[in-house]
C-alpha cells in the first residue's frame, strides 16, 4: 500500500483479554519498528524487525508483550492479559533498512489505540 | 545516553503568528541525525525533516525552517504565519548513525487559533 496501514484503529477490551494488533508495512520495507505511546508522553520503543527477525526485542516492557512477523511483510503484536497499564496508542513505523544510514526514515502508521476496561 | 527534551508542553497561537518550537538533545555520539515529525489528530506520525549531524546549514522549506545548533545541542522549528491546519503534536528525535533506534522527545502541542 501507499502507507504504513494498521488495524484495528480502535480496540477496546476487558482487563484479562488477549488481544492482536497488525501493521502492514509500506511495500518494500524491510525494517519495522512498534512503539507505545502513552498519554502526554513521547514515543516509546518496544520492538524491531529486520525481515522476520527481531534483532531487538528490549523495549517490550513485559512477558505478556509479543511480536511476530511474517513473509517479511505484516507484523503483529499480541499482548496478553491485559491489564489497565496497557492502555495507550500503538504505532508502528517501517523503512527501507534498519541500519542505512541514508535510508533509515521510519514512516509511521495511525496507531491502534487500544482502550483496556 | 541520548536524550530529547521538548520542553513546551503546549503552545498556543493566533493564526498569523510566527511560532518556534525547541529541541534541545544529548548524546555522545558524534554523527547522528535529528528529525521533526508531526502528529495531526488523525494520530499518523507525518516526517518533516531529517538533519545530519555535520550539515549545520539552517533549511527552509515554505513556511517551516529549521535552526541547527550544535554548539547548544539544538534543533529548532519555526513555523511563519501559522495556519489552523498547523495544529498537531510536534515530536523531535535523535538517531545515531548506524542504528535504528530513534529517541523521542515528549513531544509539544501546537494549538493555532483562528
Known sequence: ???????????????????????????GHTALYWYRQSLGQGLEFLIYFQGNSAPDKSGLPSDRFSAERTGGSVSTLTIQRT????SAVYLCASSLAGQSLAKNIQYFGAGTRLSVL | AQKVTQAQTEISVVEKEDVTLDCVYETRDTTYYLFWYKQPPSGELVFLIRRNSFDEQNEISGRYSWNFQ????????????????DSAVYFCA??????YKYIFGTGTRLKVLA
Do not use: H, M, W, Y
Open chain 1, 83 to 86: 491489564q489497565q497499564e496497557d
Open chain 1, 1 to 27: 500500500g501507499a502507507g504504513v496501514s494498521q488495524s484495528p484503529s480502535n480496540k477496546v477490551t476487558e482487563k484479562g483479554k488477549d488481544v492482536e494488533l497488525r501493521c502492514d508495512p509500506i511495500s
Open chain 2, 94 to 99: 535523535l538517531s545515531a548513525v548506524g542504528t
Open chain 2, 70 to 85: 550544535k554548539s547548544t545541542s539544538s534543533f529548532n522549528f519555526t513555523i511563519t504565519a501559522s495556519q489552523v491546519v
